[in-house]
């Protein structure tokens, strides 16, 4: 079935470090992708998405391109901040017309002053 | 404000008792889903409902079940047959709009403890 791997946390940085999540996936067809952030406490955000292969979702600094030749959508940021400590999730959907998203496990940041 | 909204925010629940939990939403979405999430496991998909009057097991559905009578609502019940349900609760919904499909928006959780 459909699956995301994440580079396992937790990842810790200083203030204005550039920061790269990794996540890769295994799917049949063309899913699309998402990242989705989850601050302390609360339900997780749409943070980006993309929906075909070349693909760059941005948003707030973050940026993802959709890679089909390698299967990947890893997450960046050139100049992170301490406001952006929270859990990050890779998710895959959109197969076969479904709405079901499949997550992976997350990945803690933590950002330091 | 349109959201979707998880009562209550905490949670205990007793042995042998069955409790529930509840989502609401005034998105006007046709689906909505319900997730467990534990420590270092990301999430996993309990239940979903695609229309009213419909849904269908996740991944984890045993020990739990639904109802989904109205559109804007989609309570979770925690039955006494789930033995570790010590977990955090997320509610979400969508609706297939061009060029959004797929995008869940989620509740601010339900954290569930056993006394």
């Known amino acids: 079935g459909d699956s995301v791997t994440q580079m396992e946390g937790p990842v810790t940085l200083s203030e204005e470090a550039f920061l790269t999540i990794n996540c890769t996936y295994t799917?049949?067809?063309?899913?699309?992708l998402f990242w989705y952030v989850q601050y302390p406490g609360e339900g997780l955000q749409l943070l980006l998405k993309a929906t075909k292969a070349d693909d760059k979702g941005s948003n707030k600094g973050f940026e993802a391109t959709y890679r089909k030749e390698t299967t990947s959508f890893h997450l960046e940021k050139g100049s992170v901040q301490v406001s952006d400590s929270a859990v990050y999730f890779c998710a895959l959907g959109g197969q076969g017309g479904s709405e079901k998203l499949v997550f992976g496990k997350g990945t803690k940041l933590t950002v330091n002053p | 404000d349109g959201g979707i909204t998880q009562s209550p925010k905490y949670l205990f629940r007793k042995e042998g008792q069955n409790v529930t939990l509840s989502c609401e939403q005034n998105l006007n979405h046709d689906a909505m889903y319900w997730y467990r999430q534990d420590p270092g496991q990301g999430l996993r998909l309990i239940y979903y409902s695609q229309i009213v009057n419909d849904f269908q097991k996740g991944d984890i559905a045993e020990g739990y079940s639904v109802s989904r009578e109205k559109k804007e609502s989609f309570p979770l019940t925690v039955t006494s047959a789930q033995k570790n349900p010590t977990a955090f609760y997320l509610c979400?919904?969508?609706?297939?709009?061009?060029?959004?499909?797929?995008?869940?928006?989620f509740g601010a959780g339900t954290r569930l403890s056993v006394l």
């Open positions: 979400a919904s969508s609706r297939p709009v061009q060029g959004s499909k797929n995008i869940q928006y």
């Open positions: 799917a049949t067809g063309y899913p699309s």
